[in-house]
T-cell receptor, first 112, second 109 residues
């Protein structure tokens, strides 16, 4: 059992390019989340999904979009990357409200 | 506004010394609080949740609603406790978490 996987592990991207970060979980969790981790700011929620077919905006959604076509996958897309989106991105999942969130290994993204 | 504050970016102690990582929160409802830990080259993982009132790896955390705090404590720090610690608040809805900025704990031999 892999838990949560993320791809790629790291990426350097030119500003203006489109990029999709992949996240897959095999725990059949209903809820999934995308966070960005920045030094001095901790983790901030970008988007979330309570269940397949639904998504919602987090604290810092601008410049990002997500989709949840099925239970397992929750890709995060940067339509036109900007340098301020340089960060480490974590995907997470959970079963239900107020239970443990399980995190992926992260994707380190650098936008030049 | 819902907020989690961890005032210390870095806490440096010697092995065997007591540790207290501070966490204060601002929340209008009944809070649900967590401590997550990220060891070097490992994933972020749950350490404690206030509902469980448990001790994990010697760490405890008590929710103090009067002081709006959820400080993490351990009486005798070990070198393997060195890590990044995040306090988090469950913000209603479906388990959306608000994280503090994190405190790096460094335990020296």
């Amino acid at each position: 059992i892999a838990g949560i996987t993320q791809a790629p592990t790291s990426q350097i991207l030119a500003a203006g390019r489109r990029m999709t970060l992949r996240c897959t979980q095999d725990m059949r969790h209903n809820a999934m989340y995308w966070y960005r981790q920045d030094l001095g700011l901790g983790l901030r929620l970008i988007h979330y999904s309570n269940t397949a077919g639904t998504t919602g905006k987090g604290e810092v959604p601008d410049g990002y979009s997500v989709s949840r076509a099925n239970t397992d996958d929750f890709p995060l897309t940067l339509a036109s990357a900007v340098p301020s989106q340089t960060s480490v991105y974590f995907c997470a999942s959970s079963e239900a409200r107020a239970t443990e969130q399980f995190f992926g290994p992260g994707t380190r993204l650098t936008v030049l | 506004a819902q907020r989690v504050t961890q005032p210390e970016k870095l806490l440096s102690v010697f092995k065997g010394a007591p540790v207290e990582l501070k966490c204060n929160y601002s929340y209008s409802g009944s809070p649900e609080l967590f401590w997550y830990v990220q060891y070097s080259r490992q994933r972020l993982q749950l350490l404690l949740r206030h509902i469980s009132r448990e001790s994990i790896k010697g760490f405890t955390a008590d929710l103090n609603k009067g002081e709006t705090s959820f400080h993490l404590k351990k009486p005798f720090a070990q070198e393997e406790d060195s890590a990044m610690y995040y306090c988090a608040l469950s913000s209603g809805g479906y388990n959306k978490l608000i994280f503090g900025a994190g405190t790096r704990l460094a335990v020296h031999p």
